[in-house]
C-alpha cells in the first residue's frame, strides 16, 4: 500500500531562519507531488508540484522554493522565513488510475514563526 | 485562471436536519473532489466526481456534479455531531498537470 510521511509534525522557527520540510511517498513510483500551505482558518494553497525527478513549477512567487532530488522525495526549502510563512503545510501525492485518481495528503506540518 | 468558490463559509446546524453545500467553479475541469478537514489535521477524501450527472453517496453525506452549470453539491442527509469539520471542494484543471484548486472551505458544526 501506499503511504506518504511528512516531518516534523511540528516547528518553531525565528524570522530570518532557514527552513527545510521533508515529505517522502512509499509504495509507488513516479508520483506527481505537491506542496500546499493552509493560513489559520483558510484554505488551501497551491505552492509547488512535480511531475518528476528536477520538475518543480511554482505557483506563487514567493521566499520558498521546492526540490525533488529523488523520485519520491519532495522538499520545501527557505533561506529566511518570514513572519508570513506561518501556516499548515501539507505534502500530497497522486498516482496513476489505479490510484482512484485522487491526492493523497500527508498529516502536515504545522510552522509557526516568530 | 481557474477560480473555485464555496457557500455558505460557515453553516451552523442542528442534528437531524438536511443541509447543501455548494461549490461553483470558474471554467471547464477535469474532475471535482470533496475533502473533509477535522481540526488541526489533514485533509481527508471524500468523493471524486468524474463526469456530468455523477452522483456519489457515502452514508449521510451525498455529492453530485453538473458540469454544464460548473456546480457540485454536497448534500447532509440528518446531519449528526461527527459531522462536523470543514469542508472543501476542489477542482482539477483541464490539462496534463493535475493541477488541483481548492474553494474556501465550508465551515460545519452540527448541534446536538
Known amino acids: 500500500s501506499q503511504t506518504i510521511h511528512q516531518w516534523p509534525a511540528t516547528l518553531v522557527q525565528p524570522v530570518g531562519s532557514p527552513l527545510s520540510l521533508e515529505c517522502t511517498v512509499e509504495g509507488t513510483s513516479n508520483p506527481n507531488l505537491y506542496w500546499y500551505r493552509q493560513a489559520a482558518g483558510r484554505g488551501l494553497q497551491l505552492l509547488f508540484y512535480s511531475v518528476g525527478i528536477g520538475q518543480i513549477s511554482s505557483e506563487v512567487p514567493q521566499n520558498l522554493s521546492a526540490s525533488r532530488p529523488q523520485d519520491r522525495q519532495f522538499i520545501l526549502s527557505s533561506k529566511k522565513l518570514l513572519l508570513s510563512d506561518s501556516g499548515f503545510y501539507l505534502c500530497?501525492?497522486?498516482?496513476?488510475?489505479?490510484?482512484?485518481?485522487?491526492?493523497?495528503f500527508g498529516a502536515g506540518t504545522r510552522l509557526s514563526v516568530l | 485562471e481557474l477560480k473555485v468558490e464555496q457557500n455558505p463559509l460557515f453553516l451552523s446546524m442542528q442534528e437531524g436536519k438536511n443541509y447543501t453545500i455548494y461549490c461553483n467553479y470558474s471554467?471547464?475541469?477535469?474532475?471535482l473532489y470533496w475533502y473533509r478537514q477535522d481540526p488541526g489535521k489533514s485533509l481527508e477524501s471524500l468523493f471524486v466526481l468524474l463526469s456530468n450527472g455523477a452522483v456519489k453517496q457515502e452514508g449521510r453525506l451525498m455529492a453530485s456534479l453538473d458540469t454544464k452549470a460548473r456546480l457540485s453539491t454536497l448534500h447532509i442527509t440528518a446531519a449528526v455531531h461527527d459531522l462536523s469539520a470543514t469542508y472543501f471542494c476542489?477542482?482539477?484543471?483541464?490539462?496534463?498537470?493535475?493541477?488541483?484548486?481548492f474553494g474556501t472551505g465550508t465551515k460545519l458544526q452540527v448541534i446536538p
Open positions: 471554467t471547464t475541469s477535469d474532475r
Open positions: 500530497a501525492w497522486r498516482g496513476l488510475a489505479g490510484y482512484k485518481n485522487i491526492q493523497y
Open positions: 476542489a477542482v482539477e484543471n483541464s490539462g496534463g498537470y493535475q493541477k488541483v484548486t
